[in-house]
């Protein structure tokens, strides 16, 4: 800050900047209530279907977004104006100050191009003298000014510096980088730079209180984009890999890491792949540059000649915490199935170069694997980001035009032609990859690669990250969505043992067919008519499935007691809110199935008894069979739903994209709490829990029977609840409980007999 242009500053354009904004800042928070209320709060209330439900709805939400980010940001803007233009006017006002008191003493400060000096006020001949008897009065004014100057210049530097940063953040849209004030971002832009230096020390050079403060430091600022961007950015894309690698490596020689803090790597990799995962998110040209770098080095020795794991292993152990940006995970995950398909000859045998051997570094801190295998954890990563998730699986892996693919199919059932069989990421990974072979600490086998497959398929077709459930904000499934859950579904009913080999897969996959409810239900009534379609409604995208691939589906999710409550949860509600929804008189003519409700309501029932009873065949074949599971394992994992439903299960009609049941409490008959289907849920919690708590077990044929009555109990329940709250005294005078009683039992029945004819392996005895 040079001090004629403190001096002299005009403030009247800062004056009118900072009004601008706080006015800005006003608008948009009302813009952004609008938005939040007028837009978002009213589509996801909105009955959407078809392409609107799948585009309008989810872009509608991204708007009311972008009028959230834009408020933040204009607020984060204001403040840092503020605080500086407050700071500028107090530094104008003390040069002002110093200045006068110096003229008093008859002295003058002249200020000139880079910088100033402070001299007598006597004229020329007289001035040396002057100066000598002053020099302590000139000294302490020239240092004061100085200070106001510097101080002036750092105020002007910081603010210049966080504003480019906040702007450089997001090329299109706006940043959601929040700070109250100009010296937080400050703060958090010099914290990173001091960090990141700290960092590209010598990994063996790293003291106990170095890693200390690192770890503290990337978990206070973890989920800050604007320091994670500048962390990465000074950091750089090599040396983030030799730090993880070179802290991780215990071989390496540092004692004292190894010794005092081996307890708190996990922390550490999960607040640096945390920070990354949010710097990742930012369009500034240097984090461009970066993941452009990144994936480069991505199949090269992160020592170059000198050897170490490649880059893809170390950075994917980083990406098993946080959201990092879809476009990076899309052309990472291109690059590193390249590497993939040359280490492994397109699949044809093993990854050596992935396997864990010896002494070799362990990468992964958190969980028992050795990160080794880079799939691993980039498939953690995606687990967290379903639209990448999604691209992902779909994209080909090996062409079945490509000569070196060792992949063939018979295409004539005679053993006569074999063709070759082209593979997408999804195929090659749930169906064919040799996955490395890792072991604990206590000998037992590691499927920690197959599992996060698993969430990240849960990520990939239901819309939502793994572990969640669906919201009002989940869109419906989309066309790549379902076109994956056809996939799935299609390789577990040509080998059931994908799944039931690999049982930790189960709680995922069961809450992805919990999902696709609808389209299950379309595909057992083996009737594709828009009737049908109307009786099972489905916003957005709907799966094209047949009859004997859902039930080879149920029965292999069946034989999981986690993925068994996963479904059938979700089917006791879904059954109950088809009631609800069917049974409304003011359901729209547009909407309302051409059949009669009653014969709307024995169709519902026998779906949803059909499901049931496939699911129980599952049970029943694992608690009888090699898997030997405990018949009460199943009803625990029933119960424990109960504290993660909270009432709300994502698989009402359009599979969490719009439909609410109806409040029981204050319709027509009044009187009841909550809604039809948290109450037949209820009950179903509290059965499984005294079932889970039963000291003598049953046989096999008595579980049936008993599942079918309880059953068929829950769906009367579900119908005489949708009938009360709609005021239904026709359907209430017909007994249409009854009817749905004897519907559920009848589907049930038929789903023995339907496993039986199409699949016809399984000779459980029911």
Do not use: C
């Given at each position: 800050?040079?001090?004629?242009?403190?001096?002299?500053?005009?403030?009247?354009?800062?004056?009118?900047?900072?009004?601008?904004?706080?006015?800005?800042?006003?608008?948009?928070?009302?813009?952004?209530?609008?938005?939040?209320?007028?837009?978002?709060?009213?589509?996801?209330?909105?009955?959407?279907?078809?392409?609107?439900?799948?585009?309008?709805?989810?872009?509608?939400?991204?708007?009311?977004?972008?009028?959230?980010?834009?408020?933040?940001?204009?607020?984060?803007?204001?403040?840092?104006?503020s605080?500086?233009?407050?700071?500028?006017?107090?530094?104008?006002?003390q040069?002002?100050?110093?200045?006068?008191?110096?003229?008093?003493?008859?002295?003058?400060?002249?200020?000139?191009?880079?910088?100033?000096?402070?001299?007598?006020?006597?004229?020329?001949?007289?001035?040396?003298k002057?100066?000598?008897?002053?020099?302590?009065?000139?000294?302490?004014?020239?240092?004061?000014?100085?200070?106001?100057?510097?101080?002036?210049?750092?105020?002007?530097?910081?603010?210049?510096?966080?504003?480019?940063?906040?702007?450089?953040?997001?090329?299109?849209?706006?940043?959601?980088?929040?700070?109250?004030?100009?010296?937080?971002?400050?703060?958090?832009?010099?914290?990173?730079?001091?960090?990141?230096?700290?960092?590209?020390?010598?990994?063996?050079?790293?003291?106990?209180?170095?890693?200390?403060?690192?770890?503290?430091?990337?978990?206070?600022?973890?989920?800050d984009?604007?320091?994670?961007?500048?962390?990465?950015?000074?950091?750089g894309?090599?040396?983030?890999?030799?730090?993880?690698?070179?802290?991780?490596?215990?071989?390496?020689?540092?004692?004292?890491?190894?010794?005092?803090?081996?307890?708190?790597?996990d922390?550490?990799?999960?607040?640096?792949?945390?920070t990354?995962?949010?710097?990742?998110?930012?369009?500034?040209?240097?984090?461009?540059?970066?993941?452009?770098q990144?994936i480069d080095?991505?199949?090269?020795?992160?020592?170059?000649?000198?050897?170490g794991?490649?880059?893809?292993?170390v950075?994917?152990?980083?990406?098993?915490?946080?959201?990092?940006?879809?476009?990076?995970?899309?052309?990472?995950?291109?690059?590193?199935?390249?590497?993939?398909?040359?280490?492994?000859?397109?699949?044809?045998?093993?990854?050596?170069?992935?396997?864990?051997?010896?002494?070799?570094?362990?990468?992964?801190?958190?969980?028992?694997?050795?990160g080794?295998?880079?799939?691993?954890?980039?498939?953690?990563?995606?687990?967290?980001?379903?639209?990448?998730?999604?691209?992902?699986?779909?994209?080909?892996?090996?062409?079945?035009?490509?000569?070196?693919?060792?992949?063939?199919w018979?295409?004539?059932?005679?053993?006569?032609?074999?063709?070759k069989?082209?593979?997408?990421?999804?195929?090659?990974?749930?169906?064919?990859?040799?996955?490395?072979?890792?072991?604990?600490?206590?000998?037992?086998?590691?499927?920690?690669?197959?599992?996060?497959?698993?969430?990240?398929?849960?990520?990939?077709?239901?819309?939502?990250?793994?572990?969640?459930?669906?919201?009002?904000?989940?869109?419906?499934?989309?066309?790549?969505?379902?076109?994956?859950?056809?996939?799935?579904?299609?390789?577990?009913?040509?080998?059931?043992?994908?799944?039931?080999?690999?049982?930790?897969?189960?709680?995922?996959?069961?809450?992805?067919?919990?999902?696709?409810?609808p389209?299950i239900?379309?595909?057992?009534?083996?009737?594709?008519?828009?009737?049908t379609?109307?009786?099972?409604?489905?916003?957005?995208?709907?799966?094209?499935?047949?009859?004997?691939?859902?039930?080879?589906?149920?029965?292999?999710?069946?034989?999981?007691?986690?993925?068994?409550a996963?479904?059938e949860?979700?089917?006791?509600?879904?059954?109950?809110?088809?009631?609800?929804?069917?049974?409304?008189?003011?359901?729209?003519a547009?909407?309302?199935?051409?059949?009669?409700?009653q014969?709307?309501?024995?169709?519902?029932?026998?779906?949803?008894?059909?499901?049931?009873?496939?699911?129980?065949?599952?049970r029943?074949?694992?608690?009888?069979?090699?898997?030997?599971?405990?018949?009460?394992?199943?009803?625990?994992?029933?119960?424990?739903?109960?504290?993660?439903?909270?009432?709300?299960?994502?698989?009402?009609?359009?599979?969490?994209?719009?439909?609410?049941?109806?409040?029981?409490?204050?319709?027509?008959?009044?009187?009841?709490?909550?809604?039809?289907?948290?109450?037949?849920?209820?009950?179903?919690?509290?059965?499984?829990?005294?079932?889970?708590?039963?000291?003598?077990?049953?046989?096999?044929?008595?579980?049936?029977e008993?599942?079918?009555?309880?059953?068929?109990?829950?769906?009367?329940?579900?119908?005489?609840?949708?009938?009360?709250?709609?005021?239904?005294?026709?359907?209430?005078?017909?007994?249409?409980?009854?009817?749905?009683?004897?519907?559920?039992?009848?589907?049930?029945?038929?789903?023995?007999t339907?496993?039986?004819?199409?699949?016809p392996?399984?000779?459980?005895?029911?």
């Amino acid at each position: 800050m040079q001090l004629d242009t403190l001096l002299h500053a005009s403030f009247k354009l800062l004056d009118d900047a900072v009004t601008d904004w706080s006015t800005l800042v006003d608008r948009l928070e009302e813009l952004k209530k609008d938005a939040e209320d007028g837009l978002h709060q009213a589509a996801n209330k909105a009955n959407w279907a078809g392409v609107n439900a799948q585009v309008s709805k989810e872009f509608i939400g991204k708007t009311a977004g972008e009028f959230a980010d834009a408020h933040t940001q204009a607020k984060t803007i204001h403040s840092i104006l503020s605080d500086t233009w407050g700071e500028l006017k107090g530094y104008h006002r003390q040069l002002t100050e110093a200045i006068d008191r110096g003229r008093k003493k008859n002295l003058k400060v002249i200020g000139y191009e880079g910088g100033f000096t402070v001299t007598s006020d006597v004229p020329p001949e007289g001035r040396a003298k002057a100066d000598t008897d002053n020099q302590g009065d000139i000294t302490a004014l020239r240092d004061e000014v100085q200070g106001i100057l510097n101080k002036a210049t750092q105020s002007d530097d910081s603010a210049s510096t966080v504003l480019q940063a906040i702007a450089d953040q997001s090329r299109l849209g706006f940043s959601d980088a929040n700070y109250s004030d100009r010296d937080s971002a400050a703060a958090a832009v010099k914290a990173a730079k001091e960090l990141a230096k700290l960092a590209k020390k010598d990994p063996d050079d790293l003291t106990v209180k170095d890693f200390d403060r690192l770890n503290d430091g990337l978990k206070k600022y973890a989920n800050d984009d604007l320091f994670g961007e500048t962390f990465a950015t000074t950091l750089g894309p090599k040396k983030t890999l030799e730090f993880w690698t070179g802290v991780t490596d215990t071989n390496r020689g540092n004692y004292e890491l190894t010794h005092k803090r081996l307890d708190q790597f996990d922390d550490l990799q999960r607040n640096l792949g945390t920070t990354l995962a949010h710097a990742s998110q930012s369009d500034s040209l240097a984090m461009t540059d970066w993941k452009r770098q990144m994936i480069d080095i991505g199949d090269k020795p992160i020592y170059g000649t000198s050897g170490g794991p490649m880059g893809f292993q170390v950075m994917s152990n980083l990406m098993r915490t946080g959201d990092y940006d879809d476009q990076f995970l899309h052309d990472y995950g291109t690059k590193l199935m390249d590497t993939e398909r040359r280490l492994t000859g397109n699949g044809e045998h093993g990854n050596g170069v992935w396997q864990q051997i010896g002494s070799s570094p362990r990468l992964n801190r958190i969980g028992e694997d050795s990160g080794s295998d880079p799939l691993t954890g980039y498939l953690k990563g995606l687990s967290n980001s379903p639209a990448a998730a999604t691209d992902f699986f779909n994209q080909q892996y090996v062409s079945k035009d490509d000569p070196e693919n060792p992949f063939e199919w018979d295409s004539d059932d005679e053993d006569e032609y074999m063709a070759k069989k082209e593979l997408s990421n999804f195929q090659y990974l749930f169906e064919e990859r040799d996955w490395p072979q890792e072991t604990s600490s206590t000998g037992d086998d590691l499927h920690t690669g197959k599992n996060n497959l698993a969430l990240a398929l849960e990520a990939a077709t239901t819309g939502h990250p793994a572990g969640e459930l669906p919201t009002a904000d989940t869109p419906a499934h989309n066309e790549e969505q379902t076109r994956l859950f056809e996939s799935l579904v299609s390789s577990i009913s040509d080998d059931g043992g994908r799944l039931t080999d690999n049982g930790y897969m189960s709680d995922s996959i069961g809450q992805i067919t919990s999902e696709y409810l609808p389209d299950i239900n379309r595909a057992m009534t083996d009737d594709s008519d828009e009737d049908t379609n109307k009786l099972f409604p489905v916003s957005g995208s709907s799966a094209t499935l047949n009859h004997r691939d859902v039930t080879a589906l149920l029965i292999a999710v069946g034989q999981n007691p986690e993925g068994y409550a996963a479904v059938e949860v979700a089917n006791k509600s879904y059954m109950a809110n088809l009631m609800d929804y069917h049974m409304n008189p003011d359901l729209p003519a547009s909407d309302r199935y051409s059949k009669d409700t009653q014969f709307a309501v024995e169709q519902l029932a026998h779906g949803s008894g059909e499901v049931s009873g496939t699911l129980a065949i599952g049970r029943q074949e694992a608690v009888a069979g090699p898997a030997d599971e405990d018949d009460k394992a199943y009803d625990h994992s029933v119960a424990q739903w109960k504290n993660g439903v909270s009432g709300v299960i994502g698989t009402g009609i359009g599979v969490g994209a719009t439909f609410v049941a109806s409040p029981v409490a204050g319709a027509a008959a009044g009187g009841l709490a909550g809604t039809v289907s948290s109450m037949v849920l209820e009950e179903l919690f509290q059965n499984a829990e005294g079932h889970a708590k039963e000291n003598a077990g049953s046989t096999m044929g008595e579980n049936w029977e008993s599942g079918l009555e309880e059953n068929a109990a829950y769906t009367e329940r579900a119908a005489e609840l949708a009938a009360k709250a709609h005021g239904r005294t026709d359907l209430q005078d017909i007994s249409v409980d009854e009817k749905a009683r004897t519907a559920a039992q009848q589907g049930f029945r038929d789903a023995g007999t339907n496993t039986e004819y199409m699949t016809p392996h399984l000779k459980t005895d029911i």
